[in-house]
């Protein structure tokens, strides 16, 4: 389990409120800290959008035309607070009813955050953006389908996903011929990831890649994008230098 999201529960178990309120509150950042879900979503759940018949959690749930995705986290954080909720609050467990009944303001979640937790929604949603790339990447899988899979589970753009996770921000207003080069960075990024082997053929395969890659930035013409993508250039040489004899 990450420490950042350990320490969250810990402080909200310390802080000054009633024992239901620190479970909703604790389940509820695990929620938006494994599966992203946004702000306004959260006091608009009911417990029939996540509950099924059987009493189980949903492992997909389907609010406002949007589909939200339950890691195996999330899903276990939301049992155990329903469990709890069921035992000590029957009356509460009602299928119509909220599933999160203390927060149904955004102004009353966020100030319990600050107030008690010294956080925000902002913060426990990017920080599980990098937990997610950070343990994504041990199953070895490429940079571009780790933004990929990343931003269709936090539902925001391959880009914003990218920048997050490297603790960067993408410039407002990029144009269009910059959006280009970062599809084409990010295509040669995946490309990257299927060179297996060493040998003549990988090498000169591998130098290629560093080129375009190299110069699909250095065409970029804003320059805090060019910033970025020069450092993730750092990351590119390193995916390939871990199988390959390349002189830097």
Request: aromatic share 8%; hydrophobic share 30%; with cysteine.
């Amino acid at each position: 389990m990450p420490k950042f999201i350990t320490d969250i529960e810990n402080r909200i178990l310390e802080a000054p409120m009633k024992p239901i309120h620190r479970n909703e509150l604790i389940c509820i950042s695990y929620l938006v800290f494994y599966s992203g879900i946004q702000r306004g979503e959260i006091g608009q759940l009911k417990i029939r959008d996540v509950i099924d018949q059987g009493g189980k959690v949903r492992n997909d749930v389907d609010i406002f035309n949007n589909h939200l995705r339950l890691t195996f986290e999330a899903k276990n954080a939301i049992q155990k607070y329903y469990d709890e909720m069921k035992r000590r609050l029957p009356t509460l467990v009602l299928r119509r009813k909220p599933l999160f009944p203390t927060y149904q303001s955004e102004r009353t979640l966020g100030r319990n955050w600050k107030k008690d937790v010294n956080t925000t929604y902002t913060e426990i949603r990017e920080m599980g953006m990098k937990s997610h790339f950070a343990l994504s990447q041990i199953k070895s899988a490429t940079h571009s389908g780790l933004y990929k899979e990343g931003s269709e589970l936090f539902r925001i753009t391959p880009r914003e996903y990218q920048a997050i996770v490297h603790g960067k921000k993408i410039p407002s207003g990029i144009e269009t011929h910059d959006s280009r080069c970062i599809d084409v960075f990010l295509s040669i990024y995946d490309e990257a990831g299927r060179i297996n082997g060493k040998g003549t053929s990988a090498k000169n395969e591998a130098e290629r890649i560093l080129k375009e890659a190299q110069d699909t930035v250095d065409r970029m013409k804003n320059e805090k994008m060019r910033k970025i993508y020069n450092e993730l250039m750092q990351n590119l040489h390193s995916d390939l230098s871990k199988s390959l004899p390349l002189q830097r």
